[in-house]
């Protein structure tokens, strides 16, 4: 071999040797940060203005940014565009703290649950698998057997699909969905 080759070759073999460094997960054009709290990732998802907006109303910041672990079934601003016209707004007037801290944390679970862990419960129970939350409300985790992707019914049978499953946390994994979950009416 030329001996002036020799550098580019190793620099060829070091190159394909090194392995690619894995890409967080984007969400609302923002990169998720593993090392990063789930209020920390929130607050900078362009998709997620509404959620942190009724988070830091209801005063649960704080929470979702301790150790957790958590499981936050996150909707998207367009989520929240689907509830009836002023319900946003009504939830966040003062006089609601407590309907929008019971709705938030409906969105919770006490545990960290990535999508693969949450397919095995719904496996394990037939078809359907009982998540409770923090704020007291049982959701029910399915499969879709059409698309193949988690969702999730709350109680009054509205269903979200989960459009961006597994973003890992420092405190836990937030699961976007497309529709917000609601206690029992």
């Known amino acids: 071999m030329n001996s002036s080759l020799i550098p580019f070759a190793i620099a060829a073999t070091v190159a394909l040797s090194v392995p690619a460094f894995a890409q967080n997960t984007m969400v609302g054009g923002a990169e998720m940060f593993p090392d990063r709290n789930i209020v920390e990732n929130a607050v900078n ?53 407590e309907m929008l801290q019971t709705v938030l944390t409906c969105h919770v679970v006490p545990t960290e649950a990535f999508s693969p862990a949450v397919g095995r419960m719904v496996q394990q ?36 699909t989960v459009n961006i499953p597994d973003v890992d946390q420092s405190n836990g994994v937030i699961h976007v969905i497309d529709t917000v979950l609601l206690p029992a009416s």
């Open 45 to 97: 998802s362009a998709d997620h203005t509404t959620l942190v907006a009724a988070v830091q109303a209801a005063g649960l910041a704080e929470t979702l940014s301790g150790p957790g672990p958590f499981t936050v079934f996150a909707p998207t601003n367009a989520a929240f565009a689907k509830l009836p016209e002023g319900a946003v707004d009504d939830l966040l007037k003062p006089e609601n703290l």
């Open 125 to 160: 129970g037939g078809g359907t698998a009982m998540l409770e939350t923090v704020g007291g409300c049982t959701l029910t985790a399915s499969i879709d057997p059409t698309t193949n992707a988690l969702q999730i019914a709350d109680e009054n049978g509205n269903v979200a």
